[in-house]
């Protein structure tokens, strides 16, 4: 017996996903009414959608700044969308700020994982492995990739968690907004300004 999805459920997981309307609708009805099963679905089609748009070419976008009170810390950031139509969107702008934002409470190094200079992941995987020393072997590489996880949230921008919605990593949040918006976005790049730093 399948449960009755109501207008209500609809709108209410539309508000807490952001996905639309008819998507809201079908993963409800193939989870059974079941909203948490549905959120999953949706999560897992957004990223399923991030992926396939993941290729194409972002030449237009958005430069953003801004200058936390008391001028002591500002950022520049370049994000990147397939349309000047997106690049103009008000969601696409707040995203855009909120990246900002992020980056000055947070304070990344790099965007992404792959930014991050070998000699640096190989010194941070020496500290850790030299922290856990005496553990069984076996306790020892978990331990150490633990470590590393933990390091990479916190220099990788796109590895951190949000700082409006911490249970949540900036990733899971930007492959949410390629799936509502529909277009590849790219976080170019980005510099990070404090001040006497």
Do not use: W
Not at 54 to 71: C, K, M, P, W
Not at 135 to 147: C, D, L, N, R, Y
């Amino acid at each position: 017996m399948s449960a009755t999805i109501t207008a209500q459920m609809v709108n209410d997981l539309r508000l807490s996903t952001g996905a639309g309307l008819l998507d809201c609708k079908k993963a409800l009805t193939e989870a059974n009414g079941n909203v948490e099963e549905a959120t999953t679905i949706l999560r897992k089609k957004g990223a399923a959608t991030a992926a396939k748009k993941a290729d194409r070419a972002t030449n237009q976008g958005l430069i953003e700044s801004y200058i936390h009170v008391g001028g002591k810390v500002g950022v520049m950031i370049e994000v990147n969308c397939e349309t000047d139509f997106v690049a103009r969107n008000e969601d696409f702008k707040t995203f855009c700020r909120d990246l900002c934002l992020q980056i000055a409470a947070a304070n990344p190094l790099y965007i992404s994982r792959d930014q991050v200079p070998e000699a640096e992941l190989a010194k941070e995987r020496e500290i850790a492995t030299a922290q856990v020393q005496g553990k069984p072997p076996a306790a020892i590489q978990k331990i150490v990739e633990g470590k590393l996880e933990k390091y990479y949230s916190t220099i990788c921008l796109l590895d951190q968690p949000f700082v409006k919605l911490p249970e949540k990593t900036v990733k899971e949040i930007l492959t949410e907004k390629v799936a509502k918006i529909g277009e590849n976005i790219q976080v170019r790049r980005f510099t990070r300004y404090q001040l006497g730093a």
